[in-house]
């Protein structure tokens, strides 16, 4: 007989094919012939069972098997107390559902509360043939209520050789969070000698956690690093800090800093605090690891509030930033904004017109050049008519600036001011047909903006953050060519672009989406940034996207920028990726920027038998004929455990110079991972590449 779970925790069922009995002071019965007990979700079954009332114990012999939400066991024989609800087996086989973890023990006792107490323990999460990674332990204690353990006298065997022994040890069982020990990190470069990372991680509450690493580098020193994260109702946040008292190579002491905050206030307001700062230009090129962090210039600094709704938004900030590229001279920084006021607003009107206004209020102030306020309002008015298939809009506003300088070179007006009028007019349409004989519809969606600004004289106007953008396709459809308002660019223009996708109506997937568009200027343009040479262009250069699923494990992505005359390219970028499985990934990419950059890069996953993986990244200059990155790597899995070694080159530092590193992790599935965070760098290396060894 099979008996059902009972949700009554107070109910315990009791079933067996022959059952004797007698009675007295104490009751002594003994079942065989198949025993079942039930308690709340625990269920136990045995050949046969005696029952002592003396002691309020059941003890089961024989074939003994137990079950329950989070684990299975099997042994000899057991005992149950069901006064406390408490089970010990002698000589058990167990398995944890959580994780399918497995393992036997001398004795096994579990408690009413989820705990599992195993005295002379094994414990892996290999499958029963297999047993390639082993915890032996004195005693270990499994709460799977907390999804946490604790382990004594712990040795951890790979392939039969100890790796690691603990007096005591405390690991998770599952995604639970548990203060301890992280598993070290181990690696090495050329610039900053071995590494060794020491993580500690303390849970100090639901919504608290922190982790503490001294770093050793053996060129340099010890550095400590901590990380602090917080969550509450309306709050979250990551604060960081790192130190080292004193880098051997450079004699000094070198630190960083970082708090990222963030506050959702119940009345729709929202607070940011943004916070870095490094003690030296050269820290991330030396303790970054990483070409992209040690190619940061600027570490931004601010606080901002800001709110939305649904016809009005406001934002206010105040901002500075460190510099930390020592070529960037003192009147090139950028400026502080002490403080910063930006609204917009949108309302409806009578007759489908909308009224709009934007508004900026903000003081710029820096050691070196011209500092003051800046202040604008934009207001405007347009009428958007959408209909099915298409849409018109045409807009008038106002633009006025307005300056209160200080540090001015002498005769130079410290009140400046600009009022300009601009008129513009958006429309498009959206056409779409039904491909024959598929399942597939295609559009075609030309868009056309106009936009005329008159020319006024803006040369006794400062630049405080204000530049020429690159030209893309949003910039296409911008009615200012540059970004920010201390220019406005005077202009006579109409901007074209056309954009076709190829949908599937049955997925949804779209398969297919090409655009390009063009700017043509019908007047001349004047207005310009200082010290540049205004373009005396008919037409801007051609922009052009695609985005195209070759076949059904290609995909095409291309951009390409062009001039219309004999200027040739401008900007080029291609990737091609090729992805047939979830674990093979081939991706072939190509950058072009005239008299900057010209780069290849060639990045892949791919298995090279059943449980070997070959990985790796080659990024080439062919404008500089030097790698800036490769590396190359194997990744091992098998059923239980898994292996990353990779080697790597790169340039680590503004000025060229190369460092190279080493690392290998070994990752215990369900357990933990050895030596250095490989996956890490793969992931960020090879798109589409994903760390999870299952």
Request: proline share 4%; net charge negative.
């Amino acid at each position: 007989m099979v008996a059902k779970p009972l949700e009554n925790s107070e109910m315990i069922q009791l079933e067996a094919g022959r059952f004797e009995s007698t009675f007295g002071t104490s009751t002594l019965a003994t079942m065989s012939d198949g025993v079942t007990l039930q308690h709340d979700m625990k269920l136990v079954g045995a050949d046969s069972a005696k029952y002592d009332s003396t002691n309020g114990a059941l003890h089961l012999e024989g074939g003994v098997q137990y079950e329950d939400p989070g684990s299975q066991i099997q042994s000899d024989s057991a005992e149950f107390s069901y006064g406390n609800g408490r089970i010990r087996f002698e000589g058990a086989e167990f398995l944890i559902n959580a994780n399918n973890g497995r393992g036997a023990a001398d004795a096994l006792e579990i408690s009413d509360d989820g705990k599992l107490v195993l005295e002379g323990v094994e414990y892996t999460t290999c499958p029963t043939d297999s047993e390639d990674w082993l915890i032996q332990g004195k005693s270990i204690e499994l709460n799977i209520k907390k999804g946490v353990s604790t382990a004594k006298g712990m040795k951890l065997k790979f392939k039969g050789v100890p790796i690691l022994y603990a007096p005591y040890l405390s690991f998770p069982i599952g995604d639970a969070r548990k203060t301890g020990a992280l598993t070290p990190e181990i690696g090495s470069s050329g610039r900053s000698g071995n590494e060794i990372r020491l993580p500690w991680y303390w849970n100090i509450a639901p919504n608290y956690d922190a982790t503490i690493t001294p770093r050793l580098l053996t060129n340099r020193g010890v550095q400590l690093a901590t990380e602090f994260r917080y969550l509450t109702e309306k709050n979250e946040g990551i604060i960081a800090a790192d130190y080292l008292p004193d880098d051997s190579i450079i004699n000094a002491a070198r630190h960083q800093f970082s708090l990222e905050h963030l506050t959702l206030f119940s009345n729709g307001w929202r607070n940011q605090i943004s916070l870095h700062e490094v003690s030296d230009s050269q820290y991330y090129e030396d303790l970054g690891g990483s070409l992209s962090i040690s190619s940061i210039t600027h570490l931004n600094r601010s606080i901002r509030f800001d709110y939305f709704s649904p016809n009005f938004s406001i934002f206010g900030q105040v901002q500075d930033y460190q510099t930390i590229d020592d070529a960037i001279v003192a009147d090139q920084k950028p400026y502080r904004r002490l403080p910063q006021i930006l609204i917009n607003g949108d309302w409806s009107m009578p007759l489908g017109f909308h009224f709009g206004l934007d508004g900026e209020v903000v003081n710029f102030d820096r050691d070196v050049g011209v500092t003051g306020w800046r202040f604008n309002a934009t207001p405007k008015l347009e009428l958007p008519i959408k209909r099915s298939g298409w849409f018109i809009t045409p807009t008038v506003a106002m633009d006025h600036t307005r300056y209160e300088l200080k540090n001015t070179l002498p005769g130079s007006q410290t009140d400046p001011a600009r009022t300009i009028p601009i008129a513009s007019l958006d429309a498009g349409l959206f056409l779409e047909r039904n491909m024959k004989n598929s399942n597939r519809i295609q559009t075609i969606e030309p868009r056309l903006l106009y936009v005329h600004i008159p020319q006024r004289n803006q040369d006794n106007l400062p630049i405080f953050d204000t530049i020429t953008p690159d030209i893309n396709l949003v910039q296409l459809f911008r009615k200012n060519r540059y970004l920010g308002i201390d220019r406005i660019g005077d202009t006579d223009h109409i901007s074209v672009g056309i954009t076709t996708r190829i949908l599937d109506l049955s997925t949804g997937h779209e398969l297919m989406s090409a655009t390009i568009g063009q700017t043509r200027y019908l007047s001349d343009r004047t207005v310009n940034l200082p010290n540049r040479t205004m373009a005396s262009n008919e037409t801007s250069d051609y922009i052009a996207q695609l985005r195209i699923q070759l076949f059904k494990n290609v995909n095409f992505n291309f951009g390409h920028q062009w001039g219309a005359g004999i200027e040739g390219t401008t900007k080029s970028e291609a990737r091609l990726q090729y992805r047939p499985a979830n674990n093979k990934v081939l991706n072939l990419s190509y950058r072009f920027r005239r008299d900057s950059l010209e780069q290849g890069d060639l990045s892949w996953s791919w298995p090279i038998t059943n449980r070997w993986n070959f990985v790796g990244r080659y990024n080439f200059s062919l404008r500089d004929q030097e790698v800036l990155e490769q590396f190359f790597g194997l990744e091992y899995e098998s059923c239980c455990w898994g292996l990353r070694i990779v080697s790597r080159r790169h340039i680590s530092t503004r000025d060229g110079i190369h460092d190279s590193s080493f690392g290998l992790q070994l990752v215990l599935k369900g357990m933990t991972s050895v030596g250095t965070a490989a996956d890490k760098l793969l992931e960020r290396g090879i798109l589409g590449y994903s760390a999870d060894i299952r």
